[in-house]
């Protein structure tokens, strides 16, 4: 949507701070990644789990993979911690360095400056503007990267596993949306 391009445009304008904070960033982002990749890879191993079922014997052979999915849950739900962890600290690290940078600005500034505008609302900009962009990290905007991950390899999955089904699943898509977005009465 119109926030995500927002969200990518302040992000790059940022980067100047973000650099030195670059390590937890593509370490956050890595993680991400790897969590992407475990969620598409979920319903496969399910699915390999209920087709063992079909074979004599399978039991044991789906008790293999429910110790794999549950495996993967876990390895999910615990890189999901340090993934948020990281990013919200460089974050936290690039605002105190804009901070920093504003406040060096705001110093450089001639006395007649600060006749002109009320330093009120010099504060509440600085204030504001600087919470506004922390609230990028906060939001996720990062997580756009995430769930692009998780559609390219929804997408590849879905035509590998069957193709045709999932062309008419393609073709159907923006008929279901256009349906889902008309007013209920």
Do not use: C
């Not at 999910?76 to 690290?93: K, T, V």
């Not at 990267?145 to 998780?150: F, P, Y």
């Amino acid at each position: 949507g119109p926030r995500e391009g927002h969200d990518l445009r302040m992000l790059r304008g940022l980067w100047p701070f973000m650099r030195p904070h670059a390590g937890p960033i593509v370490v956050s982002l890595g993680l991400l990644v790897i969590n992407s990749a475990v969620s598409i890879l979920s319903p496969l191993v399910t699915r390999q789990a209920f087709d063992a079922l079909d074979v004599a014997g399978g039991f044991g052979t789906f008790a293999s993979y429910g110790a794999l999915l549950l495996g993967m849950s876990i390895l999910e739900q615990s890189l999901g911690f340090p993934q948020i962890y990281l990013m919200q600290l460089a974050g936290a690290r690039a605002m105190g360095d804009l901070r920093a940078h504003v406040f060096q600005f705001l110093h450089t500034r001639k006395l007649a400056f600060f006749d002109r505008t009320p330093v009120g609302r010099l504060v509440t900009r600085v204030t504001n503007d600087v919470d506004a962009i922390n609230e990028v990290f906060a939001s996720g905007a990062f997580n756009a990267i995430g769930d692009l991950v998780k559609l390219v390899g929804i997408v590849a999955a879905m035509l590998l596993l069957d193709w045709r089904l999932a062309l008419i699943a393609f073709v159907a898509l923006p008929g279901s949306m256009v349906l889902e977005s008309l007013p209920r009465h």
